[in-house]
């Protein structure tokens, strides 16, 4: 468990950052904190994506390339966002992976907010990757490396927390 207050672990009657009493920290809709591990997150990952590639494939087909990708990355918006943010903080691949995403201070379900954040950093690098495309090979090289630093991040943090988990303040935990 996690103080609500500062975010340090909890190992005693009070936090040892803040000197917060545990009890005045603890959530009531809290959930696990067994944090999931990278092969779970790459999974749920993955099945997120094949949800996601037919309706992006079916806007691009039918509103034509620029407009149906705009239109492809506001679907994966809603669908990313309205998901983590259900109580039960789980999108299909989650479910299927039983993880959840949550607050990192608290435990409680993300909001709005941090959901966005969390969506709208993996937005920006799929979006430079389609500008890159188009002709820098530089920015092709630093957005991939970018994004693969992402993937990569859960292996080298306590918490198994991605760059995007780390600004939204989010940790996905085993369901």
């Known amino acids: 468990m996690f103080c609500a207050n500062c975010g340090s672990s909890l190992d005693g009657a009070l936090c040892r950052v803040c000197g917060v009493p545990v009890q005045s920290t603890m959530s009531h809709d809290a959930v696990s904190t ?41 679907v ?51 979006v430079l990757e389609i ?5 820098s090979n530089s920015l092709t090289v630093f957005v991939s490396l970018l994004a693969l630093a992402d993937c990569l991040y859960p292996l080298f943090n306590s918490r198994r927390q991605t760059i995007h988990d780390r600004l939204a303040h989010t940790i996905v935990v085993r369901a």
């Open 34 to 74: 067994v944090l999931a591990g990278w092969w779970s997150r790459v999974g749920a990952t993955l099945i997120d994506s094949l949800v996601l590639i037919v309706p992006t494939l079916l806007l691009d087909l039918l509103l034509g390339n620029l407009l149906g990708q705009i239109v492809a990355i506001g």
């Open 76 to 126: 994966q918006a809603a669908y990313m966002i309205s998901l983590q943010t259900k109580p039960s903080g789980q999108t299909l691949g989650n479910r299927a992976l039983q993880t959840r995403v949550r607050d990192s201070l608290t435990g409680h379900t993300i909001s709005v907010r941090q959901a966005a954040l969390r969506w709208a950093f993996i937005a920006v690098y799929g």
């Open 131 to 135: 500008v890159s495309s188009a002709g």
